[in-house]
């Protein structure tokens, strides 16, 4: 089992993998700041359900989807602004808004970067299959 996984890992593009694990990541952190660690109010708030899109977003960007990882790309801007406003507070707020923007950063850009050849390879079929139908 364990040798499965060690397998996978190895088989997929470092940018890939360190977007994923920056989600689950930044799920974790939105769970935990919201539920116990510094919650808005004292008994919870539902701030935490702020973490569930993080949730649709992380098979696919494990799966390697470029549909998904665009639009994840877009997602986790969502988040790096919250992290970028939220950096303003004092306390445990300062340094978890830190994280989430230094953890949201790392997804946007490792997204970016996993999906840059993808879409110059696409660019380049595109424009050679216009010039052979001409």
């Known amino acids: 089992m364990l040798k499965q ?8 593009n470092p940018y890939q993998l360190l ?10 952190l ?3 700041w919201e539920w116990f660690i510094s919650p808005l109010r004292p008994e919870g708030s539902w701030l935490i ?5 993080l949730l649709f977003a992380i098979p696919g960007i494990w799966k390697g ?6 639009w994840a ?23 978890l808004a830190a994280l989430e923007t230094v953890l949201s950063s790392i997804a946007f850009v490792c997204l970016l970067m996993y999906l840059k050849p993808i879409k110059a390879r696409a660019k380049l ?5 216009k ?3 001409k």
């Open 19 to 28: 977007a994923a694990f920056a989600f689950v990541d930044l799920f974790i």
């Open 30 to 32: 939105c769970i935990s």
């Open 65 to 70: 989807s470029v549909y998904t990882m665009q």
């Open 49 to 53: 359900l702020k973490g569930i899109p």
């Open 125 to 129: 079929l595109a424009k050679e299959g």
């Open 131 to 133: 010039k052979i139908t």
């Open 73 to 95: 790309s877009m997602l986790i801007l969502l988040y790096l602004t919250e992290g970028l406003v939220r950096i303003l507070e004092t306390g445990a707020n300062f340094w």
């Open 5 to 12: 996984i060690i397998k996978q890992i190895e088989n997929k």
